[in-house]
C-alpha cells in the first residue's frame, strides 16, 4: 500500500493545513511524525516556555488524529537519521511538510529534499504559514523591503487564498505502526513549577486557537485600534503563540475578519480590524527580513551599530534586575512579572521594557532577545528578532532610531488608573494613581499608608532617566555624527 510521510513541525493543526490535505489527496496511508531534533535548530533551541506550550500541543493534535483514526508518531533525534529510519520501516513513497523560514531550518530542510529525492522518493513543501512567502515580494527594484508600510500596502493588492477546510473524517492508517516514543519521552515539561501560571492562562492546541480567534473577531476587535495600547484591558487578540506553532494559520485570520465583514461587504469591517491586519503584517515583515537579511538574529542590520558602545555590567547585576522586574520603574517591572508568570506581555510594554533594557541600561539588545526567546510562550525568532532591533534602532523601520521611552510618561498614558501596575506588582497596589507609576516622587505619609517602603518591599529606581537618556543621546550620536533629539514619547 502506498504511503506518505507527513511531518509535522510548526504547523499544529488539521485545518487548512496543505501538506496533510495533499498528502490526504495522493492516496494511500498518511503517516504522522513529529520529530524532536534539538541539534537542528542551532543556537536557537527552544526555550522553557515553548518547550511547556509545545508539550501540549502535541498532545492536543495526537488526541485530533485519534479521532480520525490516526496518531501522532512521537519521535526523537538527527531529522536525517530518523527519516531514513522511517523509510526503510515503513516503505514510504513521499515525504510533505510545510516550510520554516529560519535561516538554518531553510538550509536543511533544503538538504533533506535534495537527498530524499535523489533517492527516488516524492518530496513536496508547502506554504501553511504565511499570506505571502518571503522570496515572492520585493519592491520596484527588486529587492527586499526594508520600511513596513510600503511592504504592507504591496501586500495589500495581492490576494490572499482561502484556507483549505479539513472535512475528512478518517485518515488511512498504516497496516503497522512504528514504535513511537511517548508524549513525556520528548521531556519538554519543565522541571519547575514557574509553568503553573502559563496553564491558567493558555490552552494550547488547535481548538484552543480557534475559540481565541472567534472570541477577538466578534468581541475586542472592532476596539482594537483603540485598546491595543492598554495593558490594563483585554484588547488585544493573544493569538502570537498559536500562530507560531501553527494551531492557526494566518489565512485562516484573514478569512475570520472577512467574515466580520457581514451582509455590508465592507473589508475591513472597522478600523480596529484594519489595524489588526497590520499586525498579521508585521508578522509577514518579520519573516521577510529575517528570510532576505539571515544575520539579523545575531546582527544588526544597520552595520554601523556594530560601533555601538554599550555600558559594562561585569556582575550582570542590571540585567538580572531587569529580568525580575526590579529596576524601580513600574511599568517595566509589571511587564516582566507578566512574561515571568504567563509567558507573554502586553506588546506596548514589550516596546517600553525593550527600550528600558537598550536605553536606560545600554544593554545589548541580544541579552533582551535571549530572555524573552527562553520565557515567550510565542517565542518566534522572526517577530522577537524585528522587535528587537525596532526597539534598539539597529534594524528595519526604526525610525527615530534614537527614539526613548520615558517609563514614568509611558506608564501615566498608556495605565492612567495603574490597573497593570496594580495586578502585576502588588507591593504598590495601595499607591493612588497618581503616584504609583513614580513612587519615589510620592511623599512619605502617601508610601507609608500604602505600605510602601522604597529599598526594602519595593527597589529605587536602578538608572536616574534623565541621565540614561542623555548617555542613550550620546551614544548614539557617537556612531552616527551631528545631533539627535529624541521625544519622550513614542507615537
Given at each position: ?94 515525504l510533505y511538510w510545510n516550510r520554516r523560514y529560519e535561516p538554518v531550518i531553510i538550509a536543511r530542510d533544503a538538504r533533506l529534499k535534495a ?377
Open positions: 500500500m502506498t504511503s506518505t510521510i507527513l511531518w509535522f513541525r510548526q504547523d499544529l493543526r488539521l485545518q487548512d493545513n496543505p501538506a496533510l490535505a495533499a498528502a490526504v489527496a495522493r492516496g494511500g496511508a498518511v503517516l504522522p511524525v513529529f520529530i524532536w531534533d534539538e541539534a537542528s535548530e542551532g543556537r536557537w533551541r527552544a526555550g522553557g516556555a515553548t518547550r511547556w506550550w509545545l508539550h501540549h500541543s502535541l498532545a492536543s493534535l495526537d488526541a485530533d488524529l485519534r479521532a480520525l483514526g490516526s496518531r501522532l508518531l512521537m519521535l526523537r533525534g538527527e531529522t536525517e537519521v530518523v527519516l531514513t529510519g522511517l523509510f526503510a520501516e515503513t516503505g514510504a513513497e513521499a537527498l530524499w529525492s535523489a533517492a527516488g522518493r516524492e518530496v513536496r513543501s508547502f506554504n501553511a504559514a504565511l499570506l505571502h512567502e518571503p522570496h515572492t515580494i520585493a519592491n520596484k527594484q527588486d529587492r527586499p523591503f526594508q520600511v513596513f508600510t510600503p511592504f504592507w500596502r504591496y501586500c495589500l493588492t495581492l490576494p490572499v487564498e482561502a484556507p483549505r477546510r479539513f472535512a475528512t473524517t478518517r485518515l488511512l492508517a498504516p497496516s503497522r505502526w512504528p514504535v513511537s516514543l511517548a508524549l513525556a519521552e520528548l521531556e519538554l515539561r519543565p522541571t519547575r513549577s514557574w509553568a503553573e501560571g502559563l496553564a491558567e492562562v493558555w490552552t494550547p492546541g488547535e481548538a484552543g486557537a480557534a475559540r481565541r480567534l472567534a472570541a477577538f473577531a466578534q468581541g475586542a476587535m472592532a476596539q482594537y485600534s483603540e485598546q491595543r495600547n492598554v495593558p490594563g484591558v483585554a484588547g488585544t487578540s493573544m493569538l502570537s503563540a498559536h500562530l507560531h506553532f501553527g494551531e492557526l494559520g494566518p489565512r485562516q485570520v484573514w478569512a475570520a475578519v472577512r467574515a466580520e465583514s457581514g451582509d455590508t461587504g465592507v473589508f475591513p469591517p472597522s478600523k480596529g480590524a484594519a489595524v489588526f491586519l497590520s499586525e498579521i503584517g508585521w508578522r509577514e515583515f518579520a519573516h521577510h527580513l529575517v528570510f532576505h537579511f539571515n544575520h539579523t538574529p545575531e546582527q544588526p542590520l544597520r552595520v554601523d551599530f556594530n560601533r555601538f558602545p554599550w555600558a559594562k555590567d561585569p556582575e550582570g547585576k542590571q540585567l538580572r534586575a531587569w529580568q525580575k522586574g526590579a529596576t524601580g520603574y513600574p511599568i517595566v517591572d509589571a511587564g516582566m512579572r507578566q512574561l515571568w508568570a504567563t509567558g507573554w506581555m502586553h506588546n506596548r510594554v514589550r516596546m517600553i521594557t525593550g527600550s528600558f533594557l537598550v536605553k536606560h541600561l545600554r544593554l545589548p539588545w541580544t541579552a533582551g532577545a535571549a530572555w524573552f526567546w527562553d520565557t515567550l510562550v510565542d517565542a518566534d525568532l522572526a517577530s522577537n528578532t524585528l522587535g528587537w532591533q525596532w526597539t534598539a534602532g539597529c534594524g528595519a523601520d526604526a525610525a527615530p532610531y534614537f527614539r526613548v521611552f520615558a517609563p514614568v510618561l509611558q506608564g501615566c498614558k498608556f495605565d492612567p488608573s495603574g490597573d497593570y501596575v496594580r495586578r502585576w506588582v502588588p507591593e504598590l497596589a495601595g499607591l493612588p494613581a497618581e503616584h504609583i507609576h513614580a513612587p519615589w516622587e510620592a511623599p512619605g505619609n502617601v508610601l507609608a499608608a500604602a505600605g510602601v517602603r522604597l529599598g526594602e518591599n519595593y527597589p529605587r529606581p536602578i538608572v536616574d532617566h534623565s541621565s540614561a537618556r542623555n548617555a542613550a543621546l550620546a551614544a548614539f550620536k557617537s556612531i552616527r555624527g551631528g545631533s539627535v533629539v529624541s521625544p519622550e514619547v513614542a507615537e
